[in-house]
């Protein structure tokens, strides 16, 4: 008696194995770091306020400061090539920091929560170094803030 190795129509499993990975990867975008190195923020310390004068229980309390930012996004490597442009901050050591900002309509205002992303710009670069001011505001929980914070503010693009 032979044995028998059963045959299956079509191509190897290989081979649809790895079209369907190049498939994947095609349709997954690929996201780049921006160079945003010619940023400039019009206060390096920004001092928190609280939101309440006298916060107790029950209370709000949270803090907020204000900070202007003259933005600059290198988009050279992206000229006129369709994009997505996001907003990142970095997680925070304690409490979560919320930002929220108004732009001068160069990027999509929006809010924000550290440790996440959020898109502000959609479409095509037509410029190799976009300038946008932002008026930036920054809220969190006073009663968790005990000493100075570092925020990580960038941003990155997803291409097609």
Same mark, same amino acid.
């Given at each position: 008696?032979?044995?028998?190795?059963?045959?299956?129509?079509?191509?190897?499993?290989?081979?649809?194995?790895?079209?369907?990975?190049?498939?994947?990867?095609?349709?997954?975008?690929?996201?780049?770091?921006?160079?945003?190195?010619? &940023?400039?923020?019009? *206060?390096?310390? !920004? *001092?928190?306020?609280?939101?309440?004068? =006298?916060?107790?229980?029950?209370?709000?309390?949270? !803090?907020?400061?204000?900070?202007?930012?003259?933005?600059?996004?290198?988009?050279?490597?992206?000229?006129?090539?369709? =994009?997505? $442009?996001?907003?990142?901050?970095?997680?925070?050591?304690?409490?979560?920091?919320?930002?929220?900002?108004?732009?001068?309509?160069?990027?999509?205002?929006?809010?924000?929560?550290?440790?996440?992303?959020?898109? !502000?710009?959609?479409?095509?670069?037509?410029?190799?170094?976009?300038?946008? &001011?932002?008026?930036? &505001?920054?809220?969190?929980?006073?009663?968790? $803030?005990?000493? *100075? *914070?570092?925020?990580?503010?960038?941003?990155? !693009?997803? &291409?097609?």
């Amino acid at each position: 008696m032979k044995s028998r190795t059963p045959r299956f129509p079509g191509p190897p499993l290989a081979i649809i194995l790895a079209a369907a990975l190049l498939w994947c990867g095609a349709a997954s975008p690929a996201t780049s770091r921006v160079d945003d190195s010619g &940023t400039i923020v019009s *206060q390096g310390l !920004v *001092q928190m306020r609280w939101k309440q004068l =006298v916060p107790g229980r029950g209370a709000d309390n949270s !803090v907020e400061a204000s900070v202007r930012v003259g933005l600059r996004l290198n988009l050279a490597r992206w000229l006129n090539q369709p =994009v997505r $442009l996001y907003m990142a901050l970095a997680p925070a050591t304690a409490e979560p920091i919320y930002a929220t900002w108004r732009t001068q309509g160069r990027l999509m205002p929006g809010a924000l929560r550290s440790g996440g992303r959020v898109l !502000v710009f959609e479409g095509v670069a037509n410029v190799a170094s976009l300038e946008e &001011t932002l008026d930036l &505001t920054l809220r969190t929980d006073g009663r968790a $803030l005990t000493s *100075q *914070q570092s925020l990580q503010f960038y941003f990155e !693009v997803d &291409t097609p």
